[in-house]
Nanobody, 118 residues
């Protein structure tokens, strides 16, 4: 059974940093395209960043230069390093495996809440 568990969220002041983790079981992170998504109440979930099996990364314009997606094959875990956080980054963050078109492949986990205060 595939399971993705997000962690690392919290409350941080604007300009601060957080690192999110996505621990995977039942799927090999390094062999799949993976992505981070976020959702705020009343809005659709949006794609934030992706990383392919060959480590090609892609980012939403709103986070370029501030967020970095990466993975640790030994830990079978994906990360999202978030720097210079802004109040508009406040959301619940989720991870998932994605297709080449950015569509999700797996059920959603519980997510991790990130709150950025101004």
């Amino acid at each position: 059974q595939v399971r993705l568990v997000e962690s690392g969220g919290g409350l941080v002041q604007a300009g601060g940093s957080l690192t999110l983790s996505c621990a995977a079981s039942g799927i090999i992170v390094a062999r799949n395209a993976m992505g981070w998504f976020r959702q705020t109440p009343g809005k659709q979930r949006e794609l934030v960043a992706t990383i392919t099996s060959s480590r090609v990364t892609n980012y939403a314009e709103s986070v370029k230069g501030r967020f970095t997606i990466s993975r640790d094959s030994a830990r079978n875990t994906m990360y999202l390093q978030m720097n210079n956080l802004k109040p508009e980054d406040t959301a619940v963050y989720y991870c998932n495996a994605v297709t080449a078109e950015g569509k999700t492949r797996l059920s959603w986990g519980q997510g991790t809440q990130v709150t950025v205060s101004s």
